[in-house]
């Protein structure tokens, strides 16, 4: 059975496609034998910046010698991309294999996609019982499938801002709430707190987990970071401070994503990751689509000279985060955006506002649920020079690019996996 076949018969076992209840994972997992219960976890959870922060932590335990399981969603290219064994991604074969196992022991039971998706995982894991388990936490980790595990190593908030609000009730819609839902229910071991976009967010999720008998590990109180203008940033906790290469990550706020993931290798003692694997793994990160430069490939040939990004932020926590990065970058730059239909349009590309010089809308096709191009283009029509096309190619060649000027890809995990197999 080809694996795409197999795919869309699991996206049929359950009339929706997100449905916040643990029960029918519960279910499963017992019929596979409660895998999870048996696994040494790392559970990140937040709005923005948890698959930078896996893949920073990734990084360093590979140069500690220490072999990691992850499993991430969505993915950008394909669905391999979510199940990561001994560092190193499923084959079709193995999880054409895995999968129909799992489907099987189902026997047709009611379950969503990311449900059957995650319990698999945790299947498959159990073969690598002394492996890392990197686990990035879905939708809102109260009653998200990866939340079932009953002990781990660390928990790691990410920044917390505005997303997903339509799979909240209308009056539960805010800041408080996701708060709730993302940090009320974590497990008792550390807890490790990032840099958040405000003060009055980071004092909420204090609040919020005081009650935790966890010890909490949080940004500015126990570990924070500087950056040096000689190539260099500054990293200091409570263990000491450490001189540091730059991350090869793109943009500044991937120092905060790299100062939480060596807040997180510091504080669990039983890794004993060395100074050194955080040196050098820093320096070796695998990571796709977050303002990553196109070097090579069809559409690096149509701007020829001039810079191409993709990057996945898709909502307004993200959008400030690139737009503050862009503001960094001495040139003009065109963005092509595409985006899903649930979120804040306005409210994403109001942080670009009179700092770009084009704005092109396009359509993402592999996905109903994306906002067409035109739709989009209606929605932020008072914005300046802006224009519809198509496809991703139409884009790129009706930009009329002067010297040193750059392109950005945004507004889609979706987006950008059409991007990257198109190029």
């Keep these: ?7 869309s018969g699991l996206q049929k076992l359950h009339p929706k496609e997100i449905d916040l209840s643990l029960d029918r994972i519960k279910k499963l997992c017992k019929k596979l034998g409660s895998p999870e219960n048996n696994l040494q976890c790392i ?4 709005t923005n910046g948890k698959g930078s922060t896996i893949q920073i932590i990734r990084a360093i335990l590979k140069e500690a010698g220490i072999n990691c399981n992850i499993y991430t969603s969505p993915h950008i290219q394909k669905i391999n991309e979510r199940f990561i064994y001994n560092d190193k991604e499923i084959s079709d074969e193995n999880l054409i294999k895995l999968l129909t196992e799992v489907e099987d022991i189902n026997a047709g039971d009611s379950i969503t996609y990311f449900e059957i998706l995650t319990a698999a995982y945790f299947y498959n894991a159990k073969k690598f019982k002394n492996n890392i388990n ?6 809102f980790h109260r009653a998200d499938a990866c939340s079932i595990i009953k002990s781990n190593l660390a928990s790691i908030i990410t920044t917390l801002g505005l997303d997903h609000l339509d799979w909240l009730p209308k009056n539960e819609r805010t800041i408080d709430q996701i708060i709730f839902e993302k940090t009320s229910s974590l497990l008792n071991s550390k ?13 909420k999720i204090k609040k919020s987990i005081e009650d935790n008998a966890s010890k909490k590990v949080l940004f500015g109180n126990d570990f924070s970071y500087s950056l040096n203008e000689n190539g260099f940033f500054y990293y200091e906790d409570k263990h000491g401070g450490l001189k540091l290469p730059l991350p090869n990550l793109q943009g500044e706020f991937q120092l905060s994503n790299a100062a939480t993931a060596i807040a997180t290798v510091r504080n669990i003692k039983e890794l004993e990751v060395s100074d050194e694997s955080i040196k050098r793994g820093i320096t070796k990160i695998k990571s796709i689509a977050r303002f ?21 932020s898709h909502n307004p926590l993200g959008a400030d985060v690139l737009s503050k990065h862009l503001d960094t970058l001495q040139c003009n730059k065109h963005i092509i955006l595409g985006m899903m239909k649930n979120k804040d349009h306005i409210a994403y590309i109001n942080y670009f506002k009179n700092k770009i010089s084009s704005l092109t809308t396009v359509d993402i096709k592999s996905q109903p649920n994306a906002i067409s191009g035109k739709e989009l283009i209606k929605k932020l029509k008072n914005f300046q020079n802006i224009n ?13 690019l002067k010297n040193n000027d750059i392109i950005i890809i945004t ?8 991007v990257l197999n198109l190029n």
């Design 388 to 400: 519809y096309k198509k496809t991703i190619l139409e884009a790129i060649k009706s930009i009329d």
């Design 292 to 312: 990553e430069e196109i070097k090579h490939g069809k559409l690096k040939e149509l701007v020829k000279k001039n810079k191409i990004y993709i990057d996945v």
């Design 191 to 203: 807890i490790i707190v990032s840099r958040q976009s405000s003060n009055e967010i980071l004092d």
């Design 134 to 139: 990197l686990i990035e936490s879905g939708l």
């Design 411 to 418: 507004g889609s995990c979706y987006l950008a996996g059409e």
């Design 43 to 46: 559970s990140v959870i937040g």
């Design 1 to 7: 059975m080809k694996l795409q076949q197999l795919l």
